[in-house]
């Protein structure tokens, strides 16, 4: 019997991964592939962002973070991911970039007010 395997085709030939789960104080990200948005639901409370990458992920990675919150809030990175927290203000977005350099994604830009 012939086993069948499905492959996902990954960014730049497929589409980036767009991440957006719910408000929770601990957002565990898996990072499956070469291009991921990750932008959680506005924050009402601080939040620790740890990162966990698929053996399948490529140095050089991107990762676009979208941070909106509802006052004074933070994003402070974890496991898997080194940069300095993101502390918000109220009704704004801000991002930050991120690339894998196979051991953690570190960020690659500072952040930025986009609303």
Not at 90 to 99: D, E, I, P, Q, Y
């Amino acid at each position: 019997m012939a086993t069948t395997t499905t492959a996902t085709i990954k960014h730049p030939f497929g589409l980036a991964d767009h991440q957006q789960p719910a408000h929770a104080t601990t957002q565990e990200v898996a990072i499956t592939n070469n291009l991921t948005i990750f932008e959680p639901a506005i924050a009402t409370a601080n939040v620790t962002m740890n990162v966990t990458v698929d053996s399948e992920v490529k140095k050089g990675a991107l990762l676009l973070v979208k941070f909106k919150t509802t006052g004074t809030e933070t994003l402070t990175f974890g496991t898997g991911i080194e940069g300095v927290l993101i502390t918000g203000s109220a009704g704004k977005t801000r991002t930050k970039l991120f690339m894998y350099t196979g051991t953690n994604f570190d960020a690659i830009s500072f952040v930025e007010l986009i609303d």
